[in-house]
């Protein structure tokens, strides 16, 4: 049998299979966005993103994944991402309020 294509998450680089990352829209839909503003992000980081911000704060200062990468509120996350096993998969902590 033949091991699946492994891509790795646009946020934190974990490899997964293609059937386990999820279409994250950079700019997102309600804001303007198109298929061309779409990044493959594993669940996690997908949902970390989206209990972080907003779509209109998506819009506005993170339109593209590497200015996403460069997020200060997300600086901590993905340093301790990156060391977790693609097979982990914890739930997000709740945010007070969403930036």
Known sequence: MKDPLIIPCCLCGRGFARERLTKHHCLPRSKGGTIEDVELLCPQCHG??????????????????????????????????RKQPATRRTRNAPRRSKI
């Open 48 to 81: 970390m993103v989206h209990a972080t911000y907003t779509n209109s704060t998506l819009a506005v200062h993170y339109p593209t994944i590497k200015q996403l990468r460069q997020a200060a509120e997300l600086e901590k996350y993905l340093k301790w991402v």
